[in-house]
């Protein structure tokens, strides 16, 4: 009998591991790149009169665990998440408040089961009520990364006291940033809202001292369920600014003493003592690449269709956003920038409120919102021993 089992054993084996290689991922060929994407929601968004206690999320593939952590609910409630593979339930763990629109949001903070991140968030919208909510609040944060960046509102600015510190106050609404910079927060009653962007490395929803932020110029109205959208600039933590700060202080305080006096004391020096011919070729490719690197110039004129009275204060960044060169502008007429290193450029337009010549993104106490800032569509090259002329800077409506 052991040789009638023995082929009935092998047959059975092989059929088990054909069907265990059905479920294997193909390998080769190139990796997947495309990051698993919700396709439904239950119940949809928009939904009136809510009365189940959980959301579940539906997705096109396998996502990570870490999905588990990218959920905000605003108004803030407590909830859980189940998990399973393509789904993930949103469980209230407490009794929603009647009459309101919630706002369940998906972030960006997760990946599929291929390590693909989202590059933008899901939000759903409900209410308890018969009416829902419909305003919302939109903007861009320029950012050198948006990692961690989240968008806070604060709801009745109108009220809030002087005394208000978002390094301890809780945001009433909260939404993770995608990776365009783009944000849309939703589902808002009309009225004015305070808005900070931060990047909130400990989930702790304050400002904290190592914490990069930006603060809106000024509060924002949601009037018929709509807002002007907001062009937000990321500016450094409070602690690099403090560094920072005591940086250009020592810099201006010990600049002229040491660097002129050494200038001065080897200049003779090294003029005399360094005399050497060059061959023709040598100082021909030298004076080639020194001319190459010859400054140029940039002009052209301002105008505010805008009529904010400045101060204007015109800035040319570079492709890594330092701050080359800088103007103060009139209200309209011409500009000008010389001695500008060879490169590509941008630029743009701070309202400079405290005319300190600089670009501040505000402080938190007592607090001070940022300053407006305006960036200019397009790149600008500037060439060596070259003036780029007829550069129009213009400010126009929101």
């Known amino acids: 009998m052991p040789s009638a089992t023995f082929p009935l054993f092998l047959l059975f084996t092989s059929m088990l591991l054909s069907s265990c290689a059905m479920k294997v991922a193909p390998t080769g060929g190139p990796q997947d790149r495309t990051p698993a994407t919700v396709t439904e929601i239950e119940p949809p968004s928009g939904t009136r009169n809510m009365t189940e206690d959980r959301i579940t999320f539906s997705f096109d593939d396998y996502v990570d665990r870490s999905v588990r952590n990218a959920f905000v609910i605003q108004p803030t ?3 859980s998440t189940s998990y399973a593979g393509n789904e993930v339930d949103v469980v209230f763990e ?76 809780k945001p009433d609404y909260r939404l993770p940033i995608g990776a365009s910079g783009s944000f849309q927060v939703g589902g808002l009653k009309d009225g004015i809202y305070r808005v900070i962007i931060v990047r909130d490395e400990n989930k702790n929803t304050t400002l904290d001292a190592n914490e990069d932020f930006v603060f809106a110029p000024e509060d924002v109205g949601v009037i018929s369920g709509a807002a002007y959208p907001l062009s937000l600039l990321l500016g450094p933590s409070l602690a690099d600014s403090e560094r920072d700060s005591i940086r250009d202080t020592e810099r201006d ?12 004391s080897t200049r003779d020096t090294e003029r005399d003592s360094i005399r050497l011919p060059l061959k023709d070729s040598l100082r021909d490719s030298l004076k080639d690449s020194l001319e190459n690197q010859l400054p140029g110039t940039l002009s052209g004129t301002f105008s505010d269709s805008l009529d904010l009275k400045g101060p204007y204060l015109l800035r040319l960044r570079n492709t890594t956003g330092a701050v080359i060169r800088t103007a103060v502008l009139p209200a309209n007429g011409p500009f000008a920038l010389d001695s500008i290193p060879p490169g590509q450029y941008s630029l743009d337009v701070v309202i400079d409120r405290n005319g300190n010549n600089r670009y501040d993104h505000g402080t938190p106490a007592p607090y001070q919102p940022g300053e407006q800032w305006f960036p200019m569509q397009g790149v600008i090259t500037i060439r060596s021993r070259w003036s780029t002329e007829d550069v129009k800077v213009v400010l126009r409506g929101r």
């Not at 305080?253 to 001065?264: H, I, N, P």
């Open 77 to 79: 409630t407590r909830f």
């Open 94 to 169: 407490e009794p929603l408040r009647p009459n309101t629109t919630y706002v369940v949001t998906l972030g960006t903070d997760y990946r599929d089961v291929r390590g693909n991140t989202p590059s933008e968030s899901v939000a759903m919208v409900f209410s308890t009520g018969p009416d829902l909510d419909s305003g919302r609040i939109t903007g861009t944060v320029t950012a050198p990364s948006t990692k961690g960046l989240e968008v806070f509102l604060y709801a009745s600015a109108d009220a809030l006291p002087a005394s208000f510190d978002p390094r301890t106050a």
């Open 253 to 264: 305080s010990t600049r002229d003493s040491t660097r002129d006096s050494e200038r001065d």
